[in-house]
């Protein structure tokens, strides 16, 4: 199974004879043996097989079995949302009186989660732009740094990450560099190909695609040594008391150490679970992922080039118009496109973008991104609405950005839409 289009369509799951051609959905939330010894051995993670499905479910295994294919990983784990793949990738190997840096580019709710919520639990960030230069990047780093966190694609902002540049970082200071590759999916980047360490995602987005199911994912790449910076990562490399005594990089090896560890005490604990039934809808946007990419990254395209060239329109971000400031990196990371967000503003500022998104007959105005249907947001009469222009202006939301997500709709019928919403205002 060499192919990403194979892997979308068959990884994880290869049934045996007689055994049904999908994948079946465990609904139980426990498992039967015959004898308690049988069963102390999986507490004691000395067999592998299944208990209560907080910790683990097959259904849920298969499926992360087919993100961790697609991403090219040793070992992966489902998770609830997306919040809770980046809280567990960084709580898994940092604690109170660490640090992480953090590209200052990526979702407000991950921001929102690193900048106030961690900060509470003791864990310091350090935010650094993207387009920071290697002298910035160095001195963001302190002695009890333990990640480098950032997006491939920033969602709302379309920054592209310089991967190599952040991984070669990160890995002179003993840290790994966790990658969030939601808005470009495994199809068209594949972060460990590039350095990344760990990779998240939130399932919710293209990976689900038809706006079902909320879900997350982590995916270990199984390179980073935690073993040669013993003392930076302790949960990995000593013995956990709360299992028995085992050393995770002892038992698991390098490629198993961090999801094992990542369940056993984090999902034991925390109880962040996705549903098997949550997990077969994932699953079913899986099998088209490929397909699905393809089509938005066409339209998101043509749509940008179309604003573009639009008198009524005053700026375009898309990594992939020639002009733009990531263009150079979006074509390196990404050459076969990078995602079907497009954000613009519209002359005439925030009455004329209202006017613009009401007139719109495609596009339907919605708090979500990377759906096979088209959607679109004006953050200054929604998300930010409570902010004075000047204030938009300060946090980098003008008032005239509108963010557009391209469906998989008919591409003509997206342009005759946009520009008949055009000649309303
Ligand atoms: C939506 C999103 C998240 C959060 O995911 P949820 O599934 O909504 O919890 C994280 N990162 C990115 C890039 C996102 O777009």
Redesign the pocket.
């Known amino acids: 199974m060499a192919n990403i289009e194979t892997k979308c369509v068959q990884g994880g799951y290869r049934p045996g004879n007689g055994e049904p051609r999908q994948i079946p959905i465990i609904q139980s939330t426990t498992f039967k043996y015959n004898t308690g010894t049988d069963m102390g051995k999986l507490f004691d993670l000395e067999a592998s097989g299944y208990f209560y499905s907080r910790l683990q479910n097959p259904t849920c295994d298969t499926v992360a079995a087919k993100i961790c294919a697609l991403e090219g990983g040793t070992a992966a784990m489902l998770t609830s949302?997306?919040?809770?793949?980046?809280f567990f990738s960084i709580f898994n190997i940092a604690q109170a009186g660490d640090h992480v840096v953090s590209s200052s580019s990526?979702?407000g709710?991950?921001f929102n989660l690193f900048n106030v919520t961690m900060r509470k639990m003791g864990i310091e960030f350090t935010f650094v732009s993207p387009d920071c230069s290697d002298e910035e990047l160095e001195a963001a780093f302190r002695p009890n740094t333990k990640a480098v966190f950032g997006?491939t694609v920033?969602?709302p902002a379309l920054t592209v990450l310089d991967i190599e540049r952040f991984a070669k970082a990160a890995h002179a200071h003993g840290c790994p560099l966790i990658i969030?590759n939601?808005?470009a999916t495994p199809v068209n980047c594949r972060p460990f190909e590039w350095g990344a360490d760990i990779v998240?995602h939130?399932?919710?987005?293209y990976m689900d695609g038809h706006g079902s199911a909320?879900?997350?994912c982590i995916v270990d790449s199984g390179k980073f040594d935690w073993t040669k910076y013993a003392d930076k990562f302790p949960g990995l490399c000593t013995p956990d008391e709360s299992y028995h005594g085992i050393t995770y990089t002892e038992r698991f090896g390098i490629e198993g150490a961090y999801i094992t560890k990542a369940t056993a005490q984090l999902m034991r604990d925390l109880g962040a679970t996705q549903s098997p039934q949550s997990a077969y809808y994932l699953n079913l946007g899986l099998e088209s992922l490929h397909l699905r990419m393809k089509q938005h990254c066409k339209n998101a395209q043509t749509v940008a080039e179309y604003l573009s060239s639009h008198e009524k329109i005053s700026w375009v971000k898309y990594c992939g118009l020639k002009g733009d400031k990531d263009y150079a990196l979006a074509q390196k990371y990404m050459p076969n496109g990078s995602c079907g967000v497009v954000s613009f503003g519209v002359k005439g500022g925030k009455a004329a973008a209202e006017k613009f998104m009401e007139a719109l007959t495609i596009a339907a105005i919605e708090t979500h991104?990377?759906d096979a249907r088209s959607c679109c947001l004006h953050p200054a009469s929604t998300t930010h609405r409570q902010l004075s222009d000047e204030e938009l202006v300060a946090c980098g939301v003008t008032p005239d950005l509108i963010r557009l997500s391209c469906g998989i709709e008919g591409t003509e019928d997206l342009i005759a839409d946009i520009a008949q919403a055009l000649e309303k205002i």
């Open positions: 949302s997306g919040q809770a793949a980046s990526i979702y709710g991950t997006e920033a969602n969030d939601t808005f998240t939130s399932t919710t987005k909320v879900g997350g991104v990377a």
